[in-house]
T-cell receptor, first 114, second 115 residues
Framework: AAGVIQSPRHLIKEKRETATLKCYPI?????VYWYQQGPGQDPQFLIS???????DKGSIPDRFSAQQFSDYHSELNMSSLELGDSALYFC?????????????FGPGTRLTVT | GENVEQHPSTLSVQEGDSAVIKCTYS??????FPWYKQELGKGPQLIID?????GEKKDQRIAVTLNKTAKHFSLHITETQPEDSAVYFC??????????????FGQGTILTVHP
């Protein structure tokens, strides 16, 4: 079965640089969630989109922005990177509000800021 | 906002034993409680979930129970195998209606199954 695709899988950036993470949801899933997971931590919700509109926002820094495109893929843009942004970034997709709540996670993007 | 507490943080069992992981949540409006298994370097994998209108759900060796009154839910794994070794996360969300189901996770349990 098709899964969530994330790219790139690994990314190394320097402080103050910009990074763009991409997420391709499972086909026919219209809801996308972004989570950040620090070393030894649980995933923390950043932001979500339903039908290309932002649906919820968590502890996402103002330096980060995201959007969902017409083909339902999503991109997380991170600017002025800080050392503390080093983490695993997961995208999850869900069939949306049609009575199904399951979220399926991608393999993640490991971001290292040096 | 929602707060999820998970215990224990580490759990070591012998192959064939049972393992139980417990979580409590704070938001009485939460209505969906999934469990995820995360292996090293991989994304969380949904293994079982339960909704607030159900008290128990079972899928082969895995079961989840929910006590809405006490606001706690548990994962039970029977006949554990070495390949069950991983980090397990519980989560809670308020899904449906105008809520879009963001997950609040527990702190995770490192399960080690010894052969």
């Amino acid at each position: 079965a098709a899964g969530v695709i994330q790219s790139p899988r690994h990314l190394i950036k320097e402080k103050r640089e910009t990074a763009t993470l991409k997420c391709y949801p499972i086909p026919r899933h219209d809801t996308v969630y972004w989570y950040q997971q620090g070393p030894g931590q649980d995933p923390q919700f950043l932001i979500s989109f339903y039908e290309k509109m932002q649906s919820d926002k968590g502890s996402i820094p103002d330096r980060f922005s995201a959007q969902q495109f017409s083909d339902y893929h999503s991109e997380l843009n991170m600017s002025s990177l800080e050392l503390g942004d080093s983490a695993l970034y997961f995208c999850a997709s869900s069939p949306g509000l049609a009575g199904t709540y399951e979220q399926y996670f991608g393999p993640g993007t490991r971001l290292t800021v040096t | 906002g929602e707060n999820v507490e998970q215990h224990p943080s580490t759990l070591s069992v012998q192959e064939g034993d049972s393992a139980v992981i417990k979580c409590t949540y704070s938001d009485s409006a939460s209505n969906y409680f999934p469990w995820y298994k995360q292996e090293l370097g991989k994304g969380p994998q949904l293994i079982i979930d339960i909704r607030s209108n159900v008290g128990e759900k079972k899928d082969q060796r895995i079961a989840v129970t929910l006590n809405k009154t006490a606001k706690h839910f548990s994962l039970h794994i029977t006949e554990t195998q070495p390949e069950d070794s991983a980090v397990y996360f519980c989560a809670a969300s308020r899904a449906g209606g105008t809520s879009y189901g963001k997950l609040t996770f527990g702190q995770g349990t490192i399960l080690t199954v010894h052969p």
